[in-house]
């Protein structure tokens, strides 16, 4: 059987508040830690399409909750 993995890490301002909006969403297969500035979240399965549909709704995630953290940042004086 084949295993598709991957690894996606993103720098932030507050790491730690965008990967523990992103961990609730995860799926099965996905696992979501800040580290410093990063967030890196490794992917793995076994069917490449769900591999890639699972890369693309965490992207489109992460981008909300980075903009969301910015914004409050912004806007709190943080």
């Known amino acids: ?3 598709v993995r ?3 890490t993103t720098l932030h301002a507050d790491a730690p508040c965008v990967a523990s909006s992103l961990v609730p969403d995860n799926l099965k297969g996905m696992t979501t830690i800040a580290e410093g ?3 890196t ?3 793995h399965g076994t069917q490449i399409r769900s591999v890639i549909a699972s890369v693309d709704d965490y992207l489109m995630n992460l981008a909300i909750a980075d903009d969301t953290t910015t ?3 912004k806007k ?3």
Do not use: A, P, S, W
Request: aromatic share 0%; no cysteine; glycine share 12%.
């Open 41 to 43: 979240t490794m992917i």
């Open 1 to 3: 059987m084949m295993q």
């Open 37 to 39: 500035d990063r967030v």
């Open 71 to 73: 914004l409050t940042q």
């Open 6 to 8: 991957g690894l996606i």
């Open 76 to 78: 709190t004086g943080i």
